[in-house]
């Protein structure tokens, strides 16, 4: 069943459980993902970059037909949106949520930016969601993890001048591997939740954050979880051991990585209360 990251991200917000938005880059991610949003009955958060694939209409149309066809709800979420390019981009292609992230320029352009595509979306029925502060990278963590976090006024401000659906929110966390010890400013993040309202927040850089730091931010009202870096490593990891044997079945080696990817992402999702949560129509 194929609906929009808003209708996901509200319930989960009255609800008070988190969904967990993986990032897909093949046909087989994609399945995967659907297949365990299915097995635990419940609903999902594609996540797509518009640099991952030569032909993103074509990919976006193959995950629509596979998620129109699923008996759990399954958004499509351009993640990362960094130009109007990319944008425009995702609408066409057909993802039913895109994110316009301009956190790395000035707030008023930031606001502006925002505020052109959610007015373009909201007309198409597309959900939106956009970034204040930076969220930085896990290898410069000694100075990304304490830079340019998220100021829960300005994010209600934010919030009211853009009308954004949903607001990705930097509060220590890093996209990619850290290097040092990854710390989420809870403190910060409850200021933010009480002064957002029942706007549904957004954790970008779940990978390799912890299993206590996630489900705390989630009980602490974070809704979305972003992860990549994490599912693929699980997937190479259960793919290194099976090559070890010498006379490993070359046929197997694409289920083998999907196997670990995908017991990795049903880890996330019991973790955060997102099983049984699906809904039909």
Same mark, same amino acid.
């Given at each position: 069943?194929?609906?929009?990251?808003?209708?996901?991200?509200?319930?989960?917000?009255?609800?008070?459980?988190?969904?967990?938005?993986?990032?897909?880059?093949?046909?087989?991610?994609?399945?995967?993902?659907?297949?365990?949003? $299915?097995?635990?009955?419940?609903?999902?958060?594609?996540?797509?970059?518009?640099?991952?694939?030569?032909?993103?209409?074509?990919?976006?149309?193959?995950?629509? $037909?596979?998620?129109?066809?699923?008996?759990?709800?399954?958004?499509?979420?351009?993640?990362?949106?960094?130009?109007?390019?990319?944008?425009?981009?995702?609408?066409?292609?057909?993802?039913?949520?895109?994110?316009?992230?301009?956190?790395?320029?000035?707030?008023?352009?930031?606001? $502006?930016?925002?505020?052109?595509?959610?007015?373009?979306?909201?007309?198409?029925?597309?959900?939106?969601?956009?970034?204040?502060?930076?969220?930085?990278?896990?290898?410069?963590?000694?100075?990304?993890?304490?830079?340019?976090?998220?100021?829960?006024?300005?994010?209600?401000?934010?919030?009211?001048?853009?009308?954004?659906?949903?607001?990705?929110?930097?509060?220590?966390?890093? &996209?990619?591997?850290?290097?040092?010890?990854?710390?989420?400013?809870?403190?910060?993040?409850?200021?933010?939740?009480?002064?957002?309202? $029942?706007?549904?927040?957004?954790?970008?850089?779940?990978?390799?954050?912890?299993?206590?730091?996630?489900?705390?931010?989630?009980?602490?009202?974070?809704?979305?979880?972003?992860?990549?870096?994490?599912?693929?490593?699980?997937?190479?990891?259960?793919?290194?051991?099976?090559?070890?044997?010498?006379?490993?079945?070359?046929?197997?080696?694409?289920?083998?990585?999907?196997?670990?990817?995908?017991?990795?992402?049903? &880890?996330?999702?019991?973790?955060?209360?997102?099983?049984?949560?699906?809904?039909?129509?």
């Amino acid at each position: 069943m194929l609906v929009t990251m808003a209708e996901i991200l509200n319930r989960a917000r009255k609800e008070n459980y988190g969904v967990t938005a993986p990032n897909v880059q093949s046909e087989d991610t994609v399945r995967a993902v659907i297949k365990v949003a $299915e097995e635990l009955n419940a609903p999902m958060i594609i996540d797509v970059n518009a640099f991952i694939h030569p032909d993103l209409p074509w990919f976006i149309n193959m995950i629509r $037909e596979l998620a129109a066809l699923s008996t759990v709800p399954i958004a499509i979420n351009l993640d990362h949106g960094r130009s109007y390019e990319d944008v425009m981009l995702g609408i066409r292609s057909g993802c039913t949520s895109v994110m316009v992230d301009r956190s790395s320029l000035s707030y008023p352009e930031n606001v $502006e930016q925002t505020k052109e595509v959610v007015k373009m979306a909201r007309a198409l029925g597309i959900s939106v969601e956009a970034e204040l502060g930076h969220v930085g990278m896990g290898d410069n963590y000694v100075v990304d993890g304490v830079s340019n976090l998220t100021e829960p006024e300005e994010a209600a401000k934010f919030i009211k001048e853009t009308g954004v659906d949903c607001l990705a929110v930097a509060i220590g966390t890093a &996209h990619g591997r850290y290097k040092g010890t990854p710390h989420i400013d809870f403190d910060r993040l409850d200021k933010i939740v009480e002064a957002c309202g $029942e706007v549904p927040l957004v954790l970008h850089g779940g990978s390799g954050t912890g299993d206590e730091n996630l489900a705390k931010a989630v009980r602490s009202g974070i809704q979305k979880v972003n992860l990549a870096t994490e599912l693929i490593v699980a997937g190479k990891e259960e793919l290194e051991k099976f090559i070890e044997d010498p006379n490993f079945d070359k046929w197997k080696l694409m289920p083998t990585f999907i196997k670990g990817y995908s017991d990795r992402l049903a &880890h996330y999702v019991k973790l955060f209360g997102q099983n049984d949560k699906a809904w039909t129509k």
